[in-house]
Each structure stands twice: as structure tokens, then as C-alpha cells.
């Protein structure tokens, strides 16, 4: 059990690194306004969300408590971002691969 959560962590922060080397090596004047690829910045995004609520999960069933409730609070936490100065996670909020991806977890729900 434990070499499977090393592992999915492992690959957790591979997906964050790759996903923010893309973000760093885009030039945004090589694109252009018809591109249908998705946004590195979007992928990033939700690596890090990914990411954060598999820290928090794994941070309260350390505490003994379930592990939603370390995903729960991660997502409230990067949802209020902007109350600190952090307004660089904004634009995920107006983005609408983000929505339809709430929206399929909210339907699997």
C-alpha cells in the first residue's frame, strides 16, 4: 500500500514537472488565434490542483481522519487564493475546459 502511494505521488509531481516545463517554453507570440491545442497554463492548473489534493488527503489520514476532508480543504484553500494576493490562479475560474471538468466530477458524484 505504501509503494503505491509513493508511487502515484511520484508520478503526481512527474505530470506538475512536465506540465510547468511545457507552461515555461511556450512563446505566445508562435500562437495563434485558432490554436486547439489545451492551454499549458490550464494543464498546469490542474496538476497543481491534483496535486494539492493529494497532499491534503494524505496530511488528515496521517491525522486519522478521512481523506476528503484533506481534498476539501486544499480546494478551499486554492479557491481563495486571491483573499492573500495570489491573483494568478484567477484565470481558472472563467475557463471552460475547468467547468466541464467540474461538471463531469459533479455528474460521477
Known amino acids: 500500500m505504501t509503494l503505491t502511494k509513493n508511487s502515484s505521488a511520484l508520478l503526481s509531481l512527474l505530470f506538475i514537472c512536465m506540465a510547468a516545463q511545457s507552461a515555461w517554453a511556450v512563446d505566445p507570440s508562435s500562437r ?3 490554436s486547439h491545442g489545451l492551454d499549458s497554463t490550464l494543464l498546469l492548473g490542474i496538476a497543481v490542483m491534483l496535486l ?3 497532499v491534503g488527503g494524505e496530511i488528515f489520514e ?3 481522519q ?4 484533506g481534498e476539501l480543504f486544499g480546494g478551499i484553500i486554492l479557491g481563495n487564493l ?3 494576493g495570489f ?3 484567477e484565470i481558472l475560474r472563467t475557463d471552460a475546459v475547468i467547468a466541464a471538468l467540474a ?7
Open 32 to 34: 495563434g488565434g485558432d
Open 52 to 54: 494539492v489534493a493529494k
Open 62 to 64: 496521517r491525522l486519522h
Open 66 to 69: 478521512p481523506a476528503v476532508l
Open 82 to 84: 486571491a483573499l492573500i
Open 87 to 89: 491573483y494568478r490562479a
Open 103 to 109: 461538471q463531469i466530477g459533479v455528474i460521477l458524484l
